[in-house]
């Protein structure tokens, strides 16, 4: 199955540190959306890489930053972290020339401690 | 106010009955999704609807673009729907936003 893999499937780490997640989009999407799910909410939308680049960005402090590969994974990196950024980071990749078939997955427990 | 609201928040039913979960949204859509998330997180897109009613298996899901409103109906409820539902909107401008979901529990 070429579904959305990412890794790790879970992570603790301490204040202040960094910390970096990947994402390898299903095979054929080009596209690929970062989310973050605190627990008991809906997912929250960090940003979505697209050619390489920063297409869409939520409301979510630079000390979010991601990359996206030429091969079209990608990367969600957290520098500084906060107890609250303790939660589960979804990917998502879809084709950037339909807004259908979203693809995601199973998400990367982030616990801060 | 949250652009995508869903009610109610918990369910409880028992196996075998009629399920409806409800998704309101204020936000001009090209799409709406249903999306299942099982405890430890993976999510699993249910349907994507623009327009319309779909079907698959015990699962129907409605939406009335001028209500702005979308409902998702279970039929045959059994206990392996237990999850968490979740209403998103894609708005026109390429970005989903979510619904806080419904937990589902289905008892034997």
């Keep these: ?113 | 106010k949250n652009e995508v609201e869903q009610s109610p928040q918990n369910l409880t039913a028992q196996e075998g009955e009629f399920i409806t979960i409800n998704c309101s949204y204020s936000v001009g859509i090209s799409a709406l999704h249903w999306l299942q998330q099982h405890p430890g997180g993976g999510i699993v897109s249910l349907f994507m609807l623009s327009s319309g009613k779909k079907k698959h298996g015990r699962l129907i899901a409605t939406i009335n673009i001028q209500e702005k409103h979308s409902s998702l109906h279970i039929t045959a409820s059994h206990p392996r729907d237990s999850a968490v539902y979740i209403c998103a909107a894609f708005n026109t401008g390429n970005q989903f936003y979510f619904g806080t979901g419904t937990s589902l529990t289905v008892i034997p």
């Design chain 1, 1 to 113: 199955d070429a579904g959305v893999t990412q890794s790790p499937t879970h992570l603790i780490k301490t204040r202040g540190q960094q910390v970096t997640l990947r994402c390898s989009p299903k095979s054929g999407h080009d596209t690929v959306s970062w989310y973050q799910q605190a627990l008991g909410q809906g997912p929250q939308f960090i940003f979505q890489y697209y050619e390489e680049e920063e297409r869409q960005r939520g409301n979510f402090p630079d000390r979010f930053s991601g990359h996206q590969f030429p091969n079209y994974s990608s990367e969600l990196n957290v520098n500084a972290l906060l107890l609250g950024d303790s939660a589960l980071y979804l990917c998502a990749s879809s084709l950037s020339s339909v807004d259908y078939g979203y693809t995601f997955g199973s998400g990367t427990r982030l616990t801060v401690v």
